[in-house]
């Protein structure tokens, strides 16, 4: 079986991982070395700009 692509970008999961500060572990170990709760914040806070981005774009 082979591993999904995945959605985000590495420009945003960088920016993310950089501001919920675990970017540090990611440049240590790679991807595979985050917790599983980091990911999960990642995710959550990539939803959150992403529905703040169709909020603002809506505005306009």
């Known amino acids: 079986m ?4 995945g959605i985000m970008s590495d420009q ?5 991982a950089k ?3 675990f970017y540090d572990t990611v440049q240590r170990e790679g991807w595979g070395g985050i917790k599983s709760r980091d990911a999960g914040n ?3 806070r990539a939803v959150q700009m992403a529905e703040q981005h169709m909020q603002d774009s809506n505005r306009s």
């Not at 082979?2 to 692509?5: G, I, L």
């Not at 945003?12 to 993310?16: A, N, P, Q």
Request: hydrophobic share 35%; charged share 45%.
């Open 2 to 5: 082979s591993r999904r692509r």
């Open 12 to 16: 945003l999961k960088t920016e993310v």
């Open 19 to 21: 501001e919920l500060g």
């Open 42 to 44: 990642m995710v959550k």
